[in-house]
């Protein structure tokens, strides 16, 4: 693990400019969106019996089908660059143009499974959420199609479920925690909406590409683990 965290670093700080510019050509644009989207919601039911409750469910939603999109690029953008292939930029923007109809379709139906599955008692939801977590890293790798996609996800996430549990949780701690304690501070000098988010798009600017790549290669350590054949008395089976 520590060799995937040293490359991964290796990764953002020596392509720093390409992977800050794939930021700005597709992330913010879906993070400005995602403001609008749910500052627009939260506004249009603030008279209703439960204010809050239809703009939580609504942020919920977009923000998984927005980070579901935001990572595609970077996927390809780091499978590209392990492999040694030209021009990773180009091509990553390429890729996720290509895929953005079919990303937007799966990212809604996912974040819907998710929502649906956290109203029976959070559990279900939770369970969703990180059976279909590698699917757009299997599309990013070239998998054949959304279906394949989803079977090897689950797949992979039953056979390495307690390691990808764990990781998860612990980088979705680590963003929330940095992204809390610079608008904590932010918001001693300052309550202006506008600077409070663009300071939180600039710094998720930074964290999402590097969590990504992280993912990502872990994904690709994970995956290239070999299969041992282990023989018992009665039948041959796969262990890995």
């Known amino acids: 693990m520590k060799n995937i965290i040293s490359d991964s670093f290796g990764i953002f700080y020596r392509e720093f400019t390409k992977i800050f510019l794939l930021s700005i050509l597709t992330y913010v644009p879906l993070l400005l969106i995602h403001a609008f989207l749910v500052n627009y919601i939260y506004l249009e039911t603030q008279f209703t019996e439960y204010p809050g409750l239809l703009g939580d469910a609504a942020n919920g939603i977009f923000m998984l089908v ?16 392990v492999e040694g292939e030209d021009d990773p930029l180009k091509r990553s923007l390429s890729f ?5 109809i079919p990303i937007y379709l799966f990212g809604c139906i996912y974040a819907l499974l998710v929502f649906l599955g956290g109203l029976l008692f959070v559990i279900p939801g939770l369970v969703i959420l990180l059976m279909l977590y ?20 689950v797949r992979f996430f039953r056979k390495n479920w307690l390691k990808a549990f764990l990781l998860i949780i612990l980088l979705t701690i680590i963003q929330l925690s ?31 590409p590097l969590q990504t790549i992280i993912m990502t290669n872990v994904f690709n350590k994970w995956k290239a683990m070999p299969v041992r054949r282990v023989r018992n008395s009665r039948n041959l089976y796969l262990k890995s």
């Open 134 to 153: 590698f699917v757009p890293f299997f599309i990013a790798d070239n998998a054949k199609s959304f279906r394949t996609a989803i079977k090897k996800s």
């Open 66 to 81: 927005f980070l579901t999109i935001a990572q595609v690029p970077f996927i390809k953008f780091t499978l590209l660059e």
């Open 96 to 100: 996720s143009l290509d895929k953005a």
């Open 178 to 208: 940095f992204e809390n304690i610079l608008l904590f501070f932010l918001s001693f000098y300052t309550n202006a909406y506008f600077t409070l988010l663009i300071t939180k798009i600039i710094l998720l600017m930074l964290l999402l």
